[in-house]
Protein backbone atom coordinates (compact mmCIF):
# COMPACT_ATOMS: atom_id res chain seq x y z
CA UNK A 1 0.00 0.00 0.00
CA UNK A 2 2.72 2.36 0.69
CA UNK A 3 4.41 1.96 -2.86
CA UNK A 4 1.26 2.43 -4.60
CA UNK A 5 0.39 5.76 -2.36
CA UNK A 6 4.76 6.51 -3.26
CA UNK A 7 3.98 5.99 -7.09
CA UNK A 8 0.84 8.29 -7.46
CA UNK A 9 2.62 11.02 -5.46
CA UNK A 10 5.62 10.62 -7.61
CA UNK A 11 2.98 10.76 -10.96
CA UNK A 12 1.52 13.77 -9.39
CA UNK A 13 4.64 15.54 -8.70
CA UNK A 14 6.09 14.56 -12.11
CA UNK A 15 2.66 15.95 -13.34
CA UNK A 16 3.14 18.86 -11.61
CA UNK A 17 6.66 19.69 -12.57
CA UNK A 18 5.38 19.48 -16.31
CA UNK A 19 2.78 21.50 -15.35
CA UNK A 20 5.25 24.42 -14.27
CA UNK A 21 7.85 23.98 -16.70
CA UNK A 22 5.06 24.68 -19.59
CA UNK A 23 3.89 27.46 -17.79
CA UNK A 24 7.18 29.05 -16.98
CA UNK A 25 8.98 28.32 -19.82
CA UNK A 26 6.60 28.61 -22.65
CA UNK A 27 4.15 31.65 -20.98
CA UNK A 28 1.49 29.40 -20.76
CA UNK A 29 -2.03 30.26 -19.52
CA UNK A 30 -3.59 27.57 -16.74
CA UNK A 31 -5.25 25.72 -19.19
CA UNK A 32 -3.33 25.30 -21.97
CA UNK A 33 -0.40 24.14 -19.70
CA UNK A 34 -2.36 21.10 -18.02
CA UNK A 35 -3.76 20.00 -21.21
CA UNK A 36 -0.30 19.86 -22.22
CA UNK A 37 0.98 18.35 -19.40
CA UNK A 38 -1.85 15.39 -19.51
CA UNK A 39 -0.75 15.32 -23.45
CA UNK A 40 2.70 14.57 -22.21
CA UNK A 41 2.04 12.09 -19.45
CA UNK A 42 -0.19 10.19 -22.14
CA UNK A 43 2.57 10.17 -24.45
CA UNK A 44 5.27 8.91 -21.60
CA UNK A 45 2.65 5.92 -20.85
CA UNK A 46 2.28 5.10 -24.43
CA UNK A 47 6.10 4.95 -24.80
CA UNK A 48 6.73 2.80 -21.79
CA UNK A 49 4.42 -0.14 -22.81
CA UNK A 50 6.37 -1.28 -25.96
CA UNK A 51 9.15 -1.67 -24.11
CA UNK A 52 7.30 -3.35 -21.18
CA UNK A 53 8.79 -0.42 -18.69
CA UNK A 54 4.85 0.46 -17.60
CA UNK A 55 4.31 -3.37 -16.99
CA UNK A 56 7.96 -3.41 -15.15
CA UNK A 57 6.23 -0.23 -12.87
CA UNK A 58 2.67 -1.43 -12.26
CA UNK A 59 4.10 -4.79 -10.79
CA UNK A 60 6.26 -2.73 -8.61
CA UNK A 61 4.08 0.35 -7.76
CA UNK A 62 0.65 -1.95 -7.88
CA UNK A 63 -2.55 0.38 -7.87
CA UNK A 64 -0.74 3.78 -7.69
CA UNK A 65 -0.08 3.36 -11.72
CA UNK A 66 -3.93 3.02 -12.35
CA UNK A 67 -3.86 7.06 -13.21
CA UNK A 68 -7.07 7.05 -15.57
CA UNK A 69 -5.16 8.77 -18.37
CA UNK A 70 -2.35 7.14 -18.26
CA UNK A 71 -3.45 3.27 -17.88
CA UNK A 72 -6.40 4.06 -20.78
CA UNK A 73 -3.11 5.38 -22.67
CA UNK A 74 -1.43 1.89 -21.78
CA UNK A 75 -3.90 -0.37 -22.49
CA UNK A 76 -4.79 1.48 -26.43
CA UNK A 77 -0.63 0.71 -26.78
CA UNK A 78 -1.02 -2.62 -25.58
CA UNK A 79 -4.43 -3.27 -27.22
CA UNK A 80 -2.31 -1.79 -30.61
CA UNK A 81 0.50 -3.53 -30.33
CA UNK A 82 -1.22 -7.21 -29.67
CA UNK A 83 -3.83 -6.54 -33.03
CA UNK A 84 -1.16 -4.58 -34.98
CA UNK A 85 -1.73 -7.30 -37.75
CA UNK A 86 -5.13 -7.85 -37.72
CA UNK A 87 -6.59 -3.95 -37.99
CA UNK A 88 -5.79 -1.97 -34.27
CA UNK A 89 -8.18 0.16 -34.60
CA UNK A 90 -11.05 -1.39 -33.94
CA UNK A 91 -9.81 -3.91 -31.10
CA UNK A 92 -7.99 -0.62 -29.34
CA UNK A 93 -12.00 1.14 -29.22
CA UNK A 94 -13.39 -2.27 -28.37
CA UNK A 95 -11.09 -3.00 -25.18
CA UNK A 96 -11.53 1.12 -24.25
CA UNK A 97 -15.15 1.61 -25.30
CA UNK A 98 -16.11 0.62 -21.55
CA UNK A 99 -13.38 2.65 -20.03
CA UNK A 100 -14.70 5.76 -21.88
CA UNK A 101 -18.51 4.75 -21.48
CA UNK A 102 -17.60 4.65 -18.02
CA UNK A 103 -16.19 8.24 -17.80
CA UNK A 104 -18.68 9.57 -19.55
CA UNK A 105 -21.61 8.39 -17.30
CA UNK A 106 -19.54 9.42 -13.98
CA UNK A 107 -18.80 13.27 -15.31
CA UNK A 108 -22.59 13.07 -16.25
CA UNK A 109 -23.64 12.13 -12.70
CA UNK A 110 -20.83 14.40 -11.15
CA UNK A 111 -22.09 17.49 -13.43
CA UNK A 112 -25.65 16.59 -11.73
CA UNK A 113 -24.47 17.02 -8.41
CA UNK A 114 -22.03 19.99 -8.89
Not at 31 to 43: D, K, Y
Amino acid sequence: MLKAFLAGGLIAIVGQAFHDMYSIWFHMNEAEAIRWMNGTLIVCAALCTPTRLYRRFTQIAGAGMIVPMMSLANIWSATALEYRNEGAAEHMFFVGGSIIVTLVVASYVAALFL
